[in-house]
Every structure is written in structure tokens, then in C-alpha cells.
């Protein structure tokens, strides 16, 4: 079936500007995440979803970091007054709790703040 | 604290040699699960394998060989007779079971693997 997607692929913006992307995950999967990969690290966790709500956002950066999940499904990470720092891949991830403690992750949204 | 580390930041090889990439962990919990995942050029992240720690049996796939010893909090990852496709970035990652339930990945920094022909 159809894996995680998400979108745009690549967006580059101005510093200051606002983003958001946005995350498809599989469908059926209750947990979704998000983190961030910096160029040449491993990843950090952002955000976690199970349904609608978020029990843990204790990985967003700053309150300019914000994420919302509508309908169990698609999820927006928005990035308000962006900084250069916030460039690096955003990847979102989602799971079936039910059956498996595996996630599974979509292609990514590289993220430049020029 | 969570942690997870691999020391071990490049390994470049030969086609065909076997090369093992190592992954230390710390965690304060009994049950956990410990993950590899693959991540090509191409950047997707691609699930290997899943260990959870009531499982130390050792785990073959093919080329791949995982071993897993909670004595020494560690999950080693073995590429046997390597390919040029295997050149990627492995990263190690470790979940707690039932920490709050929410099962978010630590991930180490990565080993990045260069197999020339």
C-alpha cells in the first residue's frame, strides 16, 4: 500500500517568512511524528501525535514551532518567522500502534532559509 | 537518560569485505526496543529491523546479521560480503517500551558507509 508522504519535497523560503508542511501518513496508522534532521546528524524528535492530540511536544524547538493533526490523518508542522537554523530535512513518521512499535517514515521536506 | 551512540562516524570498504557497524545504548527501562534503519542518497529512512529486549536472540537476513547483548547494552549491525549498494547512512535508534506509551525514536548520529568497488 501506499507509505507516508509528504509535502512540498524541497522548500526554500526567506528568513522571517512562515512555512508550514505538511504530512500524509499511512492510512490506518494512529501515531504519526515528526523530527529534524540537520545536515550531517541523525535526527531529533519534534512532535508526536496519537489521533488528534498531542501528548508530547517536548521536542519542539521554540513557540515558533507549531503542529496540528486533523481527521487522524494528515498533520501540518508549522514554522513561524523562520531562522536560518531552522534549515534541515523535516521528516514525519507514522505507526499502527496497534499492531507494531515500528515506524515508518516518508521521504522528507528539505527546508532552506535563505 | 536515553541515549544511543555510534562511535563510529565513517567506515569506508572494499567490495565483497564484511564490515560491522556498532551501536552502544543507555536507557534506565527494562523494556525497550532497539531499531536499524537505512538511509540512502536518496535520504528516505528505510526500516531494517527491530529488536525488542526481551528477544536476545541473534537475527540473519541474507548480507545482514544483527547481535544484541544486554550485557554490554549494545546492538551491532553486520553487512557480510558487502555491495556497492549498500553505501548509506545506518543509524541505530532505541524505544522505550512503555515510557508514557509514545514510543519516540533517540536516534545516535549515524554511521556513514562507503563500499568502493
Known amino acids: 500500500g501506499a507509505g507516508v508522504s509528504q509535502s512540498p519535497s524541497n522548500k526554500v523560503t526567506e528568513k522571517g517568512k512562515d512555512v508550514e508542511l505538511r504530512c500524509d501518513p499511512i492510512s490506518g496508522h494512529t501515531a504519526l511524528y515528526w523530527y529534524r534532521q540537520r545536515l550531517g546528524q541523525g535526527l531529533e524528535f519534534l512532535i508526536y501525535?496519537?489521533?488528534?492530540?498531542?501528548?508530547?511536544k517536548s521536542g519542539l524547538p521554540s513557540d515558533r514551532f507549531s503542529a496540528e493533526r486533523t481527521g487522524e490523518s494528515v498533520s501540518t508542522l508549522t514554522i513561524q518567522r523562520t531562522q536560518q537554523e531552522d534549515s534541515a530535512v523535516y521528516l514525519c513518521a507514522s505507526r499502527d500502534r496497534a499492531s507494531t512499535d515500528t515506524q515508518y517514515f516518508g521521504p522528507g521536506t528539505r527546508l532552506t532559509v535563505l | 537518560a536515553q541515549k544511543v551512540t555510534q562511535a563510529q562516524t565513517e567506515i569506508s570498504v572494499v567490495e565483497k569485505e564484511d564490515v560491522t557497524l556498532d551501536c552502544v545504548y543507555e536507557?534506565?527501562?527494562?523494556?525497550?526496543?532497539l531499531f536499524w534503519y537505512k538511509q540512502p542518497p536518496s535520504g528516505e529512512l528505510v526500516f531494517l529491523i527491530r529488536r525488542n529486549s526481551f528477544d536476545e536472540q541473534n537475527e540473519i537476513s541474507g548480507r545482514y546479521s544483527w547481535n544484541f547483548q544486554k550485557s554490554t547494552s549494545s546492538f551491532n549491525f553486520t553487512i557480510t560480503a558487502s555491495q556497492v549498494v549498500d553505501s548509506a547512512v545506518y543509524f541505530c535508534a532505541l524505544s522505550e517500551g512503555f515510557s508514557g506509551g509514545y514510543n519516540k525514536l533517540i536516534f545516535g548520529a549515524g554511521t556513514r558507509l562507503a563500499v568502493h568497488p
Open positions: 501525535f496519537q489521533g488528534n492530540s498531542a501528548p508530547d
Open positions: 536507557t534506565r527501562d527494562t523494556t525497550y526496543y
